[in-house]
């Protein structure tokens, strides 16, 4: 039973330049969240996927958007990169009505020069 | 808004000694809560989990947490750790109806000594 996957693993971009990441879900899982993970922190919720919409949304800017797709993948993108984007992204699936326990993959680290 | 308080940030242990991290957080309705743990290059993983019921709850690798509603606590305890649970851990929690974006504390990194 594969788990949540991420990809790429570690990518380094530079100030003003756009990044895509992604991540599969849990197999049977329909819901995929994205948390941004900085250094020494615990990871703050960025938005949430469930049947191709956007449903919920923490409190990130606009350069950050998302997408799901119909076999329940999932992308995020930041736009307009800063160096404060720096950080370890966190893709999770849960499967809605089942009490929502949400399961993490291993993450992007992002590095911005 | 909700938020999530862990206490101790850097905890070292003996192995066998026992352990008690503290969560807690602020919330006025009924939350889920959750304790997970990032080990050394590894992904978070999910320690326990409580939504209803006993509030002792029993997880993984003798973990166990209890909730305290009038507390708003849900500590983490373990009789006597082990060199392997040097790890990360921490405290969640999401509201038991709509918005159910988890809420993380800060984490509390746990190294024993062995």
């Known amino acids: 039973d594969a788990g949540v996957t991420q990809s790429p693993t570690h990518l380094i971009k530079t100030r003003g330049q756009q990044v895509t990441l992604r991540c599969s879900p849990k197999s049977g899982h329909d819901t995929v969240s994205w948390y941004q993970q900085a250094l020494g922190q615990g990871p703050q919720f960025i938005f949430q996927y469930y049947e191709e919409e956007e449903r919920q949304r923490g409190n990130f800017p606009d350069r950050f958007s998302g997408h799901q797709f119909p076999n329940y993948s999932s992308e995020l993108n930041v736009n307009a990169l800063l160096l404060g984007d720096s950080a370890l992204y966190l893709c999770?699936?849960?499967?809605?009505?089942?009490?929502?326990?949400?399961?993490f993959g291993p993450g992007t680290r992002l590095l911005v020069l | 808004a909700q938020s999530v308080s862990q206490h101790n940030h850097h905890v070292i242990l003996s192995e066998a000694a026992s352990l008690e991290l503290g969560c807690n957080y602020s919330y006025g309705g009924t939350v889920n809560l959750f304790w997970y743990v990032q080990y050394p290059g590894q992904h978070l993983q999910l320690l326990l989990k409580y939504f209803s019921g006993d509030p002792l709850v029993k997880g993984i690798k003798g973990f166990e947490a209890e909730f305290i509603k009038s507390k708003f606590s849900f500590n983490l305890r373990k009789p006597s750790v082990q060199w392997s649970d040097t790890a990360e851990y921490f405290c969640?929690?999401?509201?038991?109806?709509?918005?159910?974006?988890?809420?993380f504390g800060s984490g509390t990194r746990l190294q024993v000594q062995p």
């Open positions: 999770a699936s849960s499967l809605k009505g089942n009490g929502e326990t949400q399961y």
């Open positions: 969640a929690v999401n509201p038991y109806t709509g918005r159910r974006a988890l809420t």
